[in-house]
């Protein structure tokens, strides 16, 4: 059973950056993060495969986020990474790590990810 680990969050100004990371116990397929404000529904964030000779190119992120946030991987320590710079206060929100031990098809649908960290709260303040 592959188990995630986040690490990473806190507080900061806005315009600031954070890094938050996640590490897998075993080899999922592809790992993504994702948000959630409270009384809001959970947002996708970025996704990437993260076996078979993926690369940072295979990375996804959502497009209102592109040119802020960045999701990478180090396949050795099957680690994923949210690079995250010019951060807003709207970007306040908890943080959750998520993974699918197989392919998936629509990588931005919860569904798709069996195995969820425990997630790591980002605040931004103004």
């Known amino acids: 059973q592959v188990q995630l680990v986040e690490s990473g969050g806190g507080s900061v100004q806005a315009g600031g950056s954070l890094r938050l990371s996640c590490a897998a116990s075993?080899?999922?397929?592809?790992m993504g993060w994702f948000r959630q404000v409270p009384g809001k529904e959970r947002e996708w964030v970025a996704g990437?495969?993260?076996?078979?000779?993926?690369?940072?190119?295979?990375?996804r992120v959502k497009v209102s986020l592109k040119g802020r946030f960045t999701i990478s991987q180090d396949g050795a320590e099957n680690t994923v990474y949210l690079q995250m710079d010019s951060l807003k206060p709207e970007d306040t929100a908890m943080y959750y790590c998520?993974?699918?031990?197989?392919?998936?098809?629509?990588?931005?649908?919860?569904?798709?990810?069996?195995?969820w960290g425990q997630g790591t709260q980002v605040t931004v303040s103004s």
């Open positions: 998520a993974a699918s031990v197989d392919s998936v098809v629509l990588f931005t649908a919860e569904f798709e990810y069996d195995i």
């Open positions: 075993g080899h999922p397929y592809y």
């Open positions: 990437m495969q993260t076996t078979g000779g993926s690369t940072d190119s295979d990375a």
